[in-house]
């Protein structure tokens, strides 16, 4: 039997990106808290985050927190709660300013001010055209963001356990007890006794065949969670982002076509005038990517095969925005300043040199925009009511606040993760200073250490991988950019008989305790596959068109019947029980988007 | 294209000392990554073959390893690069960064790296912002001062391709005195003199030779070597 060993703090944060170290600043000032990790924190992926973080700052131009909100509503398709947008657009501002002060190196204005860029879907609400709210970092502003609050939770004297993997939540009714975590050198199991438990693992793109997500990405917080009792909410809503690179997903900043790039097609067309007059390539990704996809089902992809061109080719940015009668001009220097990270990627990857090539790109699973329910703090809802579990909190991708609603802007998640990683720290802090430490129940390992020795010793003879290309292919193919009941079923269908397999027949090599990563996948395809079925589930029930959730078979968005969350549970007996929660809305009434 | 890649291994709970592992990986793509090829194997033929990777893309820096003789992020390297042009196979050795102990096959323990960069302060240290609430103000030009030596992932290509930090291990290396660049070259940053001292110690930057390792391993093509000598270069005018 494996070593168990037991350690108590207030509170235990799970997953050491933005959400988790920006709440762990924030806790760590009054309550004694663990980061738990399973990678290195400077390994988490808020560091591949490129193009920048959005905040009403009003650098170079005229802007305001409130049509920064209006933009989120309009991005959202109405499904985002409009409280709940207006506390993260208002909050946005100082937050940015706090991060500049921690040290984050912002690219600057002549002025020395933060430097801003357009980003799709951010608007001047009075004109319709595109602002600059974007503040960011050469193109790696997730890097910056996440070296900077690793550095300042050292500065802070914050305790991380790094690479442990945590497997279960300990929950007893409506409270939380801790987690259970392996140690990943020894595999050792370790109990986290604590008050509170708060869950920023980011998201689950790797449901999907191509993404721009890490390895990494599993969903393990979310899934955890779920098998907890928590319902997941808004699943149906993943984003598919218009640019990552052919065939390998990986992300190609928005700020390009903020910087002026445009797409282009197999006519060499600007084909974003056609479906969005008004704003054309910087439309929200949901708008971006049906085009790209339409464009390559009218057999427009580059050499009719299914991508098309971003092309950030001097001569063509300078000659749309001499067309646009804009004076501003740029050259390769200025690609190579602004952009440099994707000049590499295209470099490195395709061989392809931005400066004197357009690059090739079809859209790639980005962003979960549902998720671990929460309020404004970070609290986790028990229910589609109004009910909390107590100690119970989660931030960033894992959550769903929900600010992102069925589509979310670019630069939102970045804000989202500082927002609300700070909101949920300082809330989780001071419910440490009043809460009590509950006790464990009995054996509160037992049931994940049973799970990881039948995978240990599992014989069935099916590798993880045969299953998880099957997923990430039935996902891309039935619930993917373009949706119908029918595909939606077939997924069902797949998923079901995958997870029937994954519970019978899985079977690894490695069967040591020291760095087990062949043990460890195999779990986190569990979860990958919870995640999945989740989501093809809410999807199916879903008959309407909202934001990134496009169904062929009902096109238009619904809201008499589906202005609402959708929550989702997993029962005992595994199957899953949907429900709903009315949006909260605002100052903005749902109104047909046109960009 | 076919593959052969020869892997060094260590399991300690079964190998009294490393040994290699031999595979051919068939129908790969020139555009596919080391990474890529280590994953069929690991996932295809055997699951103990043990590796760090996250993004996959080059900014994590979870998979720096020594790739035919030279510190890479396996990830970043393409097939294509290492084989022989026109040629449909291709060879390939892959082997755990040097100066750190090895936990398992390509697994070391980055705790020693992670304890230098912690030495050199790095963080932000400035308290006294601006009475108007806002940022602090730092022009273009002081911002592009340390632009570089902000790209750094940590991932320890560099440290562990520096035979000053083979000789020995308290040398605080390329990637911590990289960290400290980029705080001393900052015009909002005020604890340059601190982070000076430690990487002016016996221990610090004058133990650099100026082999270059450093800048050649650099995925993130940071001239680290440069870096280093700038930090001299304050250290011995005693002005930034």
Redesign the interface.
């Known amino acids: 039997m494996a070593e168990l060993k037991t350690h108590t703090f207030d509170a235990v944060i799970v997953g050491a990106g933005g959400a988790g170290l920006m709440a762990a600043l924030y806790a760590s000032k009054s309550a004694n808290v663990a980061v738990i990790s399973k990678?290195?924190p400077?390994?988490?992926?808020t560091?591949?985050a490129q193009g920048g973080v959005g905040a009403a700052l009003g650098n170079a131009e005229e802007d305001k927190w409130e049509w920064h909100a209006y933009d989120t509503v309009k991005g959202s398709d109405y499904l985002a709660d409009q409280d709940a947008v207006d506390v993260m657009c208002k909050d946005a501002i100082d937050t940015i300013?706090e991060l500049?002060?921690?040290?984050l190196?912002?690219?600057?204005?002549?002025?020395?001010?933060?430097s801003q860029r357009r980003f799709g879907g951010h608007t001047n609400n009075e004109t319709g055209k595109p602002v600059q709210r974007a503040c960011h970092?050469?193109d790696?502003t997730g890097?910056?963001i996440l070296?900077?609050l690793y550095?300042?939770c050292?500065?802070h004297d914050v305790n991380f356990f790094d690479e442990y993997h945590v497997v279960d939540l300990i929950r007893v009714d409506d409270t939380v007890r801790g987690i259970v975590a392996i140690e990943i050198?020894t595999g050792d199991y370790h109990i986290f006794h604590a008050k509170a438990v708060l869950f920023a693992t980011g998201g689950w793109g790797r449901c999907w065949e191509v993404t721009s997500n890490?390895?990494?990405l599993t969903g393990d917080g979310t899934a955890v969670c779920l098998r907890r009792g928590v319902p997941l909410e808004d699943m149906e809503f993943f984003q598919f982002h218009p640019t990552g690179i052919f065939r390998?997903g990986?992300l190609i900043t928005e700020g390009v076509r903020g910087e002026g790039g445009v797409l282009i097609n197999n006519e060499g067309e600007r084909f974003m005038e056609r479906y969005a007059p008004s704003i054309k390539d910087l439309a929200s990704r949901d708008v971006v990517s049906r085009a790209i996809y339409l464009e390559i089902q009218a057999g427009r992809g580059i050499n009719g095969k299914n991508y098309v061109h971003l092309d950030v080719r001097p001569e063509t940015v300078n000659y749309y925005l001499e067309q646009a009668g804009e004076s501003r001009r740029i050259d390769r220097e200025y690609i190579e300043s602004k952009l440099p990270?994707i000049a590499?990627?295209t470099r490195?990857?395709?061989g392809v040199d931005p400066v004197s090539e357009p690059m090739p790109i079809q859209p790639t699973a980005h962003y979960a925009m549902g998720g671990i329910p929460t309020d404004v703090d970070g609290r986790v809802r028990a229910n589609e009511a109004d009910g909390i579990v107590q100690g119970l909190y989660a931030a960033g991708e894992a959550a769903c606040v929900s600010v992102h609603g069925a589509n979310r802007l670019g630069t939102n998640s970045l804000l989202d993760l500082v927002v609300f990683g700070k909101r949920s720290g300082m809330h989780m802090a001071a419910y440490c200073q009043k809460a009590e430490l509950l006790p464990l129940p009995e054996n509160p390992a037992a049931e994940v250490m049973a799970e990881f020795e039948r995978i240990r010793n599992g014989s069935g003879g099916i590798?993880?991988?045969d299953l998880r290309t099957r997923m990430q292919k039935s996902m891309t193919k039935n619930v993917g950019v373009f949706r119908t009941a029918e595909l939606i079923q077939e997924a069902v269908n797949d998923l079901k008989e995958l997870r029937e397999q994954y519970d019978r027949n899985i079977q690894?090599?490695?069967k040591?305790?020291?760095?087990?990563?062949?043990l460890l996948e195999a779990w986190e395809l569990g979860c990958l596959l919870e995640l999945a079925e989740v989501t093809a589930v809410s999807a199916l029930a879903r008959t309407e068109s909202r934001g990134g959730h496009a169904r062929e078979d009902f096109p238009k968005r619904d809201d008499v019947n589906w202005l609402k969350h959708t929550f989702c549970y997993r029962e005992a007996d595994g199957q899953y029980r949907l429900a709903y929660r009315p949006v909260t809305l605002g100052r903005y009434e749902p109104k047909e988007r046109v960009y | 294209m076919q593959v052969h890649i020869r892997i060094r291994r260590f399991?300690?709970?079964?190998d009294n000392k490393p040994r290699w592992g031999e595979y051919t990986v068939n129908d790969v793509n020139p555009?596919d990554s080391v990474l890529d090829v280590l994953h069929r194997v690991?996932?295809?033929q055997?699951?103990?073959l043990?590796?760090?990777?996250?993004?996959?893309?080059?900014?994590?820096?979870?998979d720096a390893m020594r790739i035919n003789g030279a510190n890479m992020l396996a990830c970043?390297t393409?097939v294509s690069r290492i084989a022989k042009p026109g040629s449909d196979q291709a060879k390939i050795q892959v082997e755990p960064i040097l100066g750190l102990r090895v936990?398992?096959d390509l697994?070391v323990d980055?705790d020693p790296f992670?304890d230098h960069y912690?030495s050199v302060?790095?963080?932000?240290?400035?308290d006294n912002?601006p009475a108007d609430?806002?940022?602090?103000?730092?022009?273009?030009e002081?911002?592009a001062r340390?632009?570089d030596t902000?790209?750094?992932?940590?991932c320890a290509a560099c440290t562990t391709s520096c035979p000053s930090f083979w000789a020995n291990e308290k040398y605080v290396g390329p990637a911590a005195i990289v960290q400290a660049h980029?705080?001393i070259f900052?015009s909002?940053?005020q604890a340059a003199e601190e982070r000076l001292k430690v990487v002016g110690d016996s221990f610090g930057v004058w133990r650099c030779r100026t082999n270059f390792n450093c800048t050649n391993a650099c995925p993130r093509?940071i001239e680290v070597t440069k870096a280093i000598a700038e930090v001299k270069g304050v250290l011995a005018r005693g002005k930034i």
């Open positions: 990678l290195y400077t390994r988490s992926h560091g591949a300013i500049e002060h921690m040290g190196p912002f690219d600057r204005f002549p002025s020395g001010k933060i970092a050469a790696r890097h910056m070296q900077t550095q300042q050292i500065k050198a890490a390895h990494s390998l990986i990270d590499d990627f490195t990857y395709l590798k993880s991988t690894i090599d490695d040591g305790k020291r760095f087990n990563t062949d | 399991n300690p709970e079964t555009t690991k996932w295809e055997d699951g103990t043990t590796l760090r990777r996250s993004c996959a893309h080059g900014v994590c820096g979870s970043k393409l936990i398992k697994v980055m992670f912690r302060l790095p963080y932000f240290v400035n912002v609430g806002r940022e602090f103000r730092q022009s273009p002081d911002r340390f632009d902000t790209k750094c992932i940590l980029r705080f900052d909002r940053d093509e």
